[in-house]
């Protein structure tokens, strides 16, 4: 099954966060996972933020290695709107989503955002179980 990332998976696993860290090095042991690269641009921004320059780069180095980047096309850009146009999300959030129906893949996120809608994929939610 083909997956895609959102940059609060990415985030999550950066961080250590479990059980998203775990379930998202295991995608990436065992395939090349999808993410837009308007995600990875916020994965960027964040580690920047936090981290500094100088992490951020190296960051995006690893992860390009790492994911099939999709690009931001026009066709892209329309199914992103029209998630943005159907649900109060940010936008960023609905390239993520857009990336996955386009790639048939589940969209792997613990983002609130984007949990319990229809979004057009199938959507696995990597916080923890809560009891």
């Given at each position: 099954?083909?997956?895609?990332?959102?940059?609060?998976?990415?985030?999550?696993?950066?961080?250590?966060?479990?059980?998203?860290?775990?379930i998202?090095?295991?995608?990436l042991?065992?395939?090349?996972?999808?993410?837009?690269?308007?995600?990875?641009?916020?994965?960027?921004?964040q580690?920047?933020?936090?981290?500094?320059?100088?992490?951020?780069?190296?960051?995006?180095?690893?992860?390009?290695?790492?994911?099939?980047?999709?690009?931001?096309?026009?066709?892209?850009?329309?199914?992103?709107?029209?998630?943005k146009a159907a649900?109060?999300?940010?936008?960023?959030?609905?390239f993520?989503?857009?990336?996955?129906?386009?790639?048939?893949?589940?969209?792997?996120?613990?983002?609130?955002?984007?949990?319990?809608?229809?979004?057009?994929c199938?959507?696995r939610?990597?916080?923890?179980?809560?009891?």
């Amino acid at each position: 099954m083909t997956v895609c990332l959102d940059s609060w998976a990415i985030l999550a696993w950066l961080d250590g966060d479990e059980p998203a860290a775990g379930i998202v090095e295991r995608e990436l042991e065992k395939a090349r996972p999808v993410m837009s690269w308007l995600n990875l641009g916020e994965v960027a921004y964040q580690v920047e933020r936090r981290h500094g320059c100088a992490e951020a780069v190296e960051v995006v180095r690893r992860l390009r290695s790492a994911l099939a980047l999709d690009e931001v096309t026009a066709d892209r850009v329309l199914g992103a709107s029209r998630l943005k146009a159907a649900h109060p999300i940010a936008f960023a959030d609905c390239f993520a989503a857009a990336t996955a129906a386009a790639h048939g893949a589940a969209l792997l996120t613990g983002d609130p955002e984007l949990l319990d809608r229809e979004l057009g994929c199938r959507v696995r939610d990597l916080r923890p179980k809560r009891h």
